[in-house]
T-cell receptor, first 116, second 110 residues
Framework: GAGVSQSPSNKVTEKGKDVELRCDPI?????LYWYRQSLGQGLEFLIY????????KSGLPSDRFSAERTGGSVSTLTIQRTQQEDSAVYLC??????????????FGPGTRLTVT | AQSVTQLDSHVSVSEGTPVLLRCNYS??????LFWYVQHPNKGLQLLLK??????LVKGINGFEAEFKKSETSFHLTKPSAHMSDAAEYFC????????FGKGTKLSVKP
């Protein structure tokens, strides 16, 4: 079956511009996660959604970052006024549900964001 | 605080020799632990997971890991390395969201 898909695969933007990154989770997965992978910081959790519950935004690095999940499926991560330190690979993952924590997360291929 | 420490940033082995990638964790709760692998320009793939059942966990591609509570370790092993094993490996602690170690890059020499 189809895995987690993300678009675009690559995005180059100018400093100060806004960007939107999209994630399509596996059908039927109620939990969706965003992570960021960068050279200096490794893999960092950003935000997760579980069903209709309020998202856990505890990993978002600043208020320039936001995410939404429409209809319990597709999610969009938005970065406003991009900075060079936002350059990274943004990974999306989904799992059947959030708890228990043993549920496997399936990762998409990522979006490579470059801020010039 | 929960955390994961991968003790080696880079491990190099010869093809056909054993692989050992070390991981220690810190958790206030009974942990769920995973190993993920990331091949160049590819997505993260689950190798194996520990969820409080058997302490010796077998995964894909001949990898296995042993959960040792007394040592707070979850080291990844493989008896015989293959060239295709060259990749970056992440030890991961789950608390709903995942806490990743810094990664260990495995190189396999012919």
């Amino acid at each position: 079956g189809a895995g987690v898909s993300q678009s675009p695969s690559n995005k180059v933007t100018e400093k100060g511009k806004d960007v939107e990154l999209r994630c399509d989770p596996i059908s039927g997965h109620t939990a969706l996660y965003w992570y960021r992978q960068s050279l200096g910081q490794g893999l960092e959790f950003l935000i997760y959604f579980q069903g209709n519950s309020a998202p856990d935004k505890s990993g978002l690095p600043s208020d320039r970052f936001s995410a939404e999940r429409t209809g319990g499926s597709v999610s969009t991560l938005t970065i406003q006024r991009t900075q060079q330190e936002d350059s990274a690979v943004y990974l999306c993952a989904s799992s059947l549900r959030l708890a228990p924590s043993s549920y496997e997360q399936y990762f998409g291929p990522g979006t490579r964001l470059t801020v010039t | 605080a929960q955390s994961v420490t991968q003790l080696d940033s880079h491990v190099s082995v010869s093809e056909g020799t054993p692989v050992l990638l070390r991981c220690n964790y810190s958790s206030s709760y009974s942990p769920s632990l995973f190993w993920y692998v990331q091949h160049p320009n590819k997505g993260l793939q689950l190798l194996l997971k520990y969820t409080s059942a058997a302490t010796l966990v077998k995964g894909i591609n001949g990898f296995e890991a042993e959960f040792k509570k007394s040592e707070t370790s979850f080291h990844l092993t493989k008896p015989s390395a293959h060239m295709s094993d060259a990749a970056e490996y992440f030890c991961v602690l789950s608390q709903g969201n995942l806490i990743f170690g810094k990664g260990t890059k495995l190189s396999v020499k012919p």
